[in-house]
């Protein structure tokens, strides 16, 4: 027996034993729905769960569960989920009902394997505002009906799915808030690209929320995909999310609109509509004087790109635009692949073979060096081929203190996706510029690195982390670890320096960083590129 019906089978045993609640309840006063609407993406859904039948106790049994409530909803989180199951998970009615009267704003979700109306009811007597179904165990009319036993009471249900056959159920109900179960409860191992899969096949309307098997870095794989993410073991057992590393899903606070989900950045705010430049090209419309970029054309006459119809663009930065579902310029490449991954970036290629490495390989971002002082500054020759031979790989121009017209030059000569500025530009002299940009900041003591990132956050799509001495192969992540942690990042960001196939994962870790960029760690004695460590690079995270 499967544990998922293990649990059940028990389950069913204790809806007999449950007495009816025959008084009238008043409604819920937290809104599930609303909260995860507003303010940042994703929202954050902390939990509270002493034990797992797979992994044991997580919480001491001596934890103040009041305390822990407060703690998460001074820390800005979006709601609370409660486990409420003894048996299984160690928690109870009366942990629900403290965690209610320890908080003031958030919702509380009652986690538990509710087969019954009875339960709903217990759930709401104890002060949930909100209660998971898991569409696994029931059946389609089950499910809407204990929806509308939620409704009447104005409780919105978190309904999950895990797989193809969930989904095909969950889109026979009217469920609004949709979880995705990256856990498979019938034996609890944990597949992130559930997610991933699932996400593209609801409806834009559904609000949808990426459930279990988090440990940290992780969430950059699913934060474009969703609206929040639920997070159990991972945060429980170090009781306080201020010690979670999710910084990375914008959980300081970071500002999105809702639907477009877009970033509102002073002045240089994106916006929908006529005029607007769109995430990704940053390109800027020019009513019908517009110019064209490589694959990137925009189209004449409003100039602007078609809101709401799906269509897709020219080459694999494609957004549908008007679905609610706005996706971010890292999100378009992972979305290439089957299992997302971490992003790597192969820097400063200088021979076919090296390229045909990378590209065999499938490496997403490759970097051509064109920084006259580099020893890997890359020969026209070379760009010119692999501008030509380029298939799906990402090309990333290397540049440092170099003008935008030479910039711009260069990238419209070997149609280029993204330019990497890695000296002291100046932030007035590439606003507006049509390629999306990768800002490297060297970390160091000496150095203002936090103020450069607060200058150029509006103008970079993308940021580089490396230490002071770029293409050395020396690593700063150890020693700013901790500090690095607490920085306020609004985008997503890759690290470089001493990035090999040994420690990519665990400087992935340490900073929740969305790749990792490499040159001297791909190179063999002779400074060639290696097959084999570019393959363990990738292989690695």
């Known amino acids: 027996m499967n544990i998922l019906k293990k649990i059940c089978k028990w389950k069913q045993k204790e809806i007999e034993l449950l007495p009816d609640i025959l008084e009238p309840l008043p409604k819920a006063e937290r809104d599930f729905f609303t909260a995860l609407q507003k303010g940042c993406f994703p929202h954050v859904i902390a939990e509270i769960k002493p034990a797992s039948p797979v992994t044991g106790r997580i919480l001491p049994k001596e934890v103040d569960v009041a305390e822990i409530a407060s703690g998460f909803e001074k820390s800005g989180v979006s709601a609370i989920s409660v486990l409420t199951d003894e048996h299984f998970f160690q928690g109870s009615f009366n942990s629900l009902q403290k965690a209610k009267h320890a908080t003031g ?288 790989i990402r090309l990333v121009g290397v540049f440092q203190n170099q003008s935008p017209q030479f910039v711009q030059k260069i990238c419209s000569k070997y149609r280029l996706d993204f330019i990497q500025l890695s000296g002291k530009e100046s932030v007035d002299d590439f606003i507006g510029f049509p390629i999306p940009i990768i800002k490297g900041i060297s970390i160091s003591h000496t150095f203002d690195y936090q103020g450069e990132i607060l200058k150029w956050n509006a103008g970079t799509e993308i940021f580089l982390f490396d230490g002071v001495m770029p293409g050395s192969g020396l690593s700063w992540v150890e020693e700013f670890s901790e500090e690095f942690r607490l920085l306020p990042l609004q985008k997503p960001f890759l690290v470089a320096g001493g990035i090999t196939p040994e420690n990519a994962k665990r400087f992935i870790e340490i900073t929740g960083a969305d790749g990792v960029d490499t040159a001297s760690g791909i190179e063999d004695e002779t400074g060639e590129w290696s097959k084999l460590k570019i393959s363990e690079l990738v292989r690695s995270i």
């Open 105 to 392: 704003h958030v919702p509380i979700l009652c986690k538990d394997f509710i087969l019954s109306e009875k339960q709903v009811r217990w759930a709401r007597k104890y002060g949930a505002d909100t209660y998971l179904l898991i569409v696994k165990i029931l059946s389609v009319t089950d499910i809407q009906r204990l929806i509308n036993v939620g409704r009447e009471l104005s409780m919105e249900p978190l309904v999950e799915i895990s797989d193809e056959e969930d989904l095909q159920k969950v889109l026979q109900t009217d469920a609004k808030i949709i979880g995705i179960n990256n856990r498979d409860l019938r034996d609890f191992s944990v597949d992130l690209s559930r997610t991933f899969q699932l996400s593209k096949k609801l409806p834009s309307d559904n609000i949808i929320v990426s459930l279990s098997g988090f440990s940290g870095s992780d969430v950059r794989l699913v934060r474009n995909m969703v609206s929040g993410v639920l997070v159990g073991s991972g945060i429980g057992n170090q009781l306080t999310i201020k010690n979670y590393k999710l910084r990375i899903t914008s959980y300081e606070r970071q500002k999105m609109e809702h639907g477009t989900r877009n970033r509102e950045q002073g002045t240089g705010n994106r916006e929908h509509g006529t005029g607007n430049r769109e995430h990704g090209t940053r390109n800027t419309e020019q009513g019908t004087g517009n110019t064209e970029h490589g694959t990137r054309n925009r189209e004449q006459g409003t100039g602007n790109r078609e809101q709401g119809t799906g269509n897709t663009e020219h080459g694999t930065r494609n957004r549908e635009q008007g679905t609610g579902n706005r996706e971010h310029v890292i999100q378009s490449i992972l979305s290439k692949f089957t299992h997302p991954q971490p992003l790597v970036k192969c820097c400063g290629v200088r021979t076919k073979e090296g390229f045909q490495i990378a590209k065999d390989l499938q490496v997403p971002l490759l970097g051509l060096n064109f920084v006259p002082s580099s020893k890997r500054k890359i020969s026209e020759e070379l760009a010119e081929y692999i501008a030509s031979h380029r298939g799906d």
